[in-house]
């Protein structure tokens, strides 16, 4: 924390009985017209084959989720919008009294967790959705607390089996992390002493990454010293200062947020290009570039990047008031504080 860093489609059936003798030329001008014949219901039946086969590939290239659940600014409710229409499915979700809700993570196939603060205390609650994305229920999570202060630069993850989450509260600029059991309550706790901003929480099995971006105040602005990925296990390392977290890579220049992927071996970032954010991988064993997965067109900076339950889809939340994924339209996010899939 130093900051340096099936039904197979039909044969043809010729249903044609010969008998009798026939002449070898009649004969001959038969064979040649079944065999034809079959070849061409050879080459008709691979075709509708093919089509068979490569309609559920086509199918398998559209697994991005169906919706978005974000939390409307200032967090009074949480809504729920179809990517494919960017339209808001049915009323959103209210705050209850005297909170607000501040972040939410994907906890599942149509599961959310939501946090909501009041009085320097955290809470949790489990939203679940209907298949066609009406919200079903939203049921509190008694055991899983956060004391502290959450603020702008608070930050969400739960772990991709939804039973573990990670929360950064402040107290001052100095962040602090908890990780909880959503069951049981059980946590542990890791903090530090210097400034900064603790974000972009994502896990690795029970490894969690977060991007540490130290400050310090220039004239009397606090200017931000770089951003540099770290990971910490959160299994094997007690309890104690986030010191014991491993640095994996340091950002390239206009890059603030990033992810890690689900096997640990790989980290996204969002590189400025001109008109362009460039959203490129990164291998977190030599910290190289490896490929750039999509680039895209925007007139903002990347605020937010968050995955998908399964880890293969990237939300982005930029600046210009859109959210963006690979392969579908933008959508509507001036009016989200924070946004999951």
Do not use: C
């Not at 946590?187 to 900064?196: E, F, I, L, P, V």
């Amino acid at each position: 924390m130093d900051g340096r860093h099936k039904e197979r489609a039909p044969r043809g059936r010729l249903g044609a009985a010969w008998k009798g003798l026939v002449p070898v030329g009649v004969a001959t001008a038969a064979a040649l017209v079944i065999g034809g014949g079959m070849d061409v219901v050879h080459r008709h039946r691979i075709a509708e084959e093919t089509e068979h086969a490569a309609k559920p590939a086509a199918k398998k290239q559209r697994t991005e989720p169906r919706f978005v659940v974000g939390v409307r600014t200032p967090g009074t409710a949480v809504v729920v919008r179809d990517v494919r229409t960017g339209e808001d499915v049915r009323l959103p979700v209210a705050a209850s009294n005297g909170r607000r809700f501040q972040r939410i993570a994907s906890a599942g196939e149509r599961s959310y967790i939501v946090a909501s603060s009041a009085a320097r205390k955290v809470t949790f609650q489990r939203l679940k959705l209907e298949k066609d994305g009406r919200p079903k229920e939203l049921s509190e999570l008694p055991k899983a607390t956060v004391a502290g202060a959450s603020t702008a630069w608070s930050d969400l993850a739960v772990t991709p089996d939804g039973k573990t989450l990670a929360y950064v509260t402040y107290r001052g600029a100095r962040a602090r992390v908890d990780v909880v059991s959503l069951s049981g309550g059980a946590r542990k706790t890791w903090t530090t002493r210097a400034a900064g901003r603790v974000g972009s929480l994502s896990w690795a099995g029970g490894r969690l990454s977060f991007v540490w971006t130290p400050y310090r105040r220039v004239n009397g602005r606090a200017t931000a010293l770089g951003h540099q990925v770290r990971v910490i296990d959160t299994a094997a390392v007690p309890s104690g200062d986030l010191k014991a977290s491993k640095p994996v890579l340091k950002l390239p220049r206009g890059s603030g947020v990033a992810v890690i992927s689900k096997d640990g071996r790989t980290v996204v970032t969002g590189v400025p290009q001109r008109t362009q954010i460039a959203f490129q991988a990164y291998s977190t064993e030599t910290g190289r570039p490896t490929k750039v997965l999509w680039r895209q067109n925007a007139a903002g900076s990347l605020a937010r990047l968050v995955p998908d339950r399964t880890g293969g889809h990237l939300l982005a939340s930029v600046s210009d008031g859109h959210l963006y994924a690979q392969g579908t339209r933008a959508l509507p996010g001036k009016d989200l504080a924070d946004a999951a899939w």
